[in-house]
């Protein structure tokens, strides 16, 4: 499987940001998907997980409320979207696969994207 995220950007506090992350290589219907994200000087940390029918889905504390993932099997594709940005949310953002969408919450991951870089300022 390859993963490649776009829709990384600057934007200000406050604002919105859709990522997407398009996958390619293996039946992607198969498998969860999610997002991590790693922040300047800070441990990469999970962000939000998504079953592979889309029916279970899990969130970090931190972005509850605020960023919803979302699947479309026809395009092979997952998306992030965040609302509510702060400068808190400045990180890099990975896409992953997973077997399950609880197990890529626990950081069991079988593929890494390379990453988009979101830039939040206040």
């Known amino acids: 499987v390859h993963l490649v995220e776009s829709g990384g950007g600057v934007v200000q506090a406050g604002a919105s940001l859709r990522l997407s992350c398009a996958a390619s290589?293996?039946?992607?219907?198969?498998?969860?998907r999610g997002w991590f994200r790693e922040a300047p000087g800070k441990e990469r940390e999970f962000v939000a997980s998504i079953g592979w029918s889309g029916d279970r889905t899990y969130y970090a504390d931190s972005v509850k409320g605020r960023f919803t993932i979302s699947r479309d099997n026809a395009k092979n594709t997952i998306y992030l979207q965040m609302n509510g940005l702060t400068a808190g949310d400045t990180a890099v953002y990975y896409c992953?696969?997973?077997?399950?969408?609880?197990?890529?919450?626990?950081?069991?991951?079988?593929?890494w994207g390379q990453g988009t870089l979101v830039t939040v300022s206040s």
């Open positions: 290589g293996s039946p992607f219907n198969s498998f969860a």
């Open positions: 992953v696969t997973g077997v399950y969408a609880r197990s890529i919450m626990g950081s069991d991951i079988e593929v």
